[in-house]
Every structure is written in C-alpha cells, then in structure tokens.
C-alpha cells in the first residue's frame, strides 16, 4: 500500500541534528502511513551510514555532487509515493502528534494546498517567519528598516510576518517557511516542484506563491490553491545549524540572491524602473553588510539567530 505521508529532508553534514529529526518522526505520527526520505547532498561525516543502521526503513538517496538544498529536496519529492508530501528540514523536532495534525487538517480542508506548523525556537517562543505575507516592496521596507519590531501590532507595519494576529489563531497566509511545509500530491502535479533558480533559501516563498497563483482549479472547485499555518501542530527548528554554518559566506551571498531572484520573478514589472533600482540596490548593500558582519562574529549563522 502507498503512505499516506512522505516526509523528504535533505541533509548536508548534520548528522546529529538528522538523528534527532528522524527519532522524533518516528515516535510522533500515530495515525498516518508514512515514508521517510533522506536525501544526503554529498556529505562527508557518515550521515547516509548511520541512517542506515539506525533507521532501516528509511530511503536514502546520495546525491555524487553538492547540489544544494532546492535541488536535493526536488530529488526528494520525485521519489515520494505519498498523497501528501512534507518537506522538512533535518535540524527540526517534531512534538506530539504535529504531522498527524497537519495530515487530518489536509484532509478536512480541500481547497488546502499547503499547510504549515507553528515553529519554536529552542527555547521555545515562535520563529515568526512560519507565517507570511509575500515580501513586496513595502513589506519589506518595513521589516528591514526595524518599524516592524517597533510597532509588531500594526497591520501595515507588521505585515509580512503577522505579528497584528495572533500566533494562537489558525489562518490563511500567503506563504509558510520551506523548514516544515505539507503540501498535497495533487498541487505538486500542477505547480511543479521547487524553482532550481534558488539554491537554498526563497524557494519556500516562491512554491506558495505558484500555489496562490494557480490557474487550475483545486479540488474545492476553487482556482488557486490556500496556504494555512496550523498553530497547534508544533514543531522545534533550530534554524541555521543544519548545514548553513558550513559555508557560512556562501549562504549569506544566496540569502540575499533569493530575494533578487523573487523580486525580479514576481513583481519587477510592476513597478517601474526606479523603484527596482532602489530594492535590487538595497538587497546587494545589505548583503555586502551581513558578509562584513559575519567577518566578525565568533559565531557564524545566516539571517536572524535563533534563540
């Protein structure tokens, strides 16, 4: 019989972090049929043995090249079998019956495309960036000039990470984080996999924006697909210390590419030219900032630290 869920985490010399990933998987789902797929991006601390030797069932696929993350998951994804399909990343711990949740949420609501958990940091308040608004212009001007740690509260202000609603509250949001993302069989088939124009980061973003743009019609009858962020499926990312602190410079440059690379996808012709001067102007000066920053640090990470 085929899974009901496939779980596909791709993974680049995090052993530890893998282990834990996959021990929580398995000691979490109760109700749901599952495969687990590994996808082992050419690393080289023996993650693709010990998997083998602790987690017999898993599949392991070793990629002969570094391909990073986006074409890895894809790799992944081809290879699953289940009608409802969850990207993970292996520095995540599920808790209690977060996948189940996730799987009977799917089930209960056909014009759901994508639905995603509430993620927690290790010390347990919310990573923010687990529910979004699309990252237009405005929204990112206010996230990056810091109005929207000022003023979280504010719809306009506080926008592309919700912080006007509460965390609590199941909702439709425009876009989940690529961490722990379910997405049904059925969207993949129309939407299409991960775009391989990213590397590692905006993927998650892109793929929910393809969903919401749908011009087929869902199951529901419904054109476009919905994206929900599930807030009693809970879930622990650390965030940044499965792999990114590897090659920490690297990411940090694709970090910022990402942004260019939806900008320049998704909404440079609708603005004109001086605007999209200003925005590609401001992604490169903060990236060659987050590069000299990082120069400094004693501890390298991408993006916000996670507490």
């Known amino acids: 019989m085929l899974p009901d869920i496939s779980i596909v985490i791709t993974s680049y010399n ?3 972090f893998l282990i834990k990933c996959i021990e929580s998987i398995v000691k979490s789902i109760r109700k749901h049929s599952y495969e687990i797929i590994v996808v082992d991006d050419r690393s080289s601390d023996g993650s693709a ?3 083998r030797e602790r987690f017999p ?6 990629n002969k090249l570094n391909l990073g993350y986006v074409k890895s998951n894809n790799i992944g994804m081809r290879a699953a079998k289940g009608d409802k399909v969850l990207s993970l990343n292996n520095d995540t711990v599920i808790l209690a019956d977060a996948i189940d949740k996730l799987a009977d949420f799917m089930d209960k609501k056909p014009d759901a495309g994508a639905v995603g958990p509430k993620l927690l940091n290790a010390d347990g308040s919310i990573q923010l960036q687990c529910r979004r608004r699309f990252p ?7 996230y990056f000039t810091g109005l929207s740690r000022l003023f979280p509260k504010n719809r306009m202000f506080g926008a592309y990470l919700m912080t006007y609603i509460d965390d609590k509250e199941t909702i439709k949001v425009d876009a989940l984080c690529g961490a722990a993302m379910m997405v049904r069989r059925e969207v993949i088939d129309q939407v299409g996999l991960m775009d391989v124009s ?11 924006y393809r969903m919401k743009q749908a011009l087929k019609r869902n199951s529901s ?5 919905k994206v929900y962020y599930l807030p009693e499926a809970e879930m622990i990312h650390y965030g940044g210390r499965g792999g990114s602190r590897k090659q920490s410079y690297r990411n940090i440059f694709e970090f910022h590419r990402a942004m260019a690379v939806f900008y320049s996808k998704h909404y440079s012709k609708r603005y004109f030219f001086l605007i999209n001067w200003l925005v590609y102007s401001g992604i490169w000066l903060k990236c060659g900032f987050s590069l000299l920053q990082n120069l400094f640090r ?4 991408v993006g916000t630290k996670k507490p």
């Open 57 to 62: 069932n898993t599949m392991i696929i070793q």
């Open 221 to 225: 009858g419904q054109a476009g697909w």
């Open 49 to 51: 043995q010990t998997v």
């Open 14 to 16: 995090s052993k530890e």
């Open 198 to 208: 990213y590397i590692m980061y905006g993927d998650d973003i892109d793929w929910c």
């Open 298 to 301: 004693r501890e390298k990470y």
């Open 136 to 142: 237009t212009p405005l929204n990112s001007l206010f």
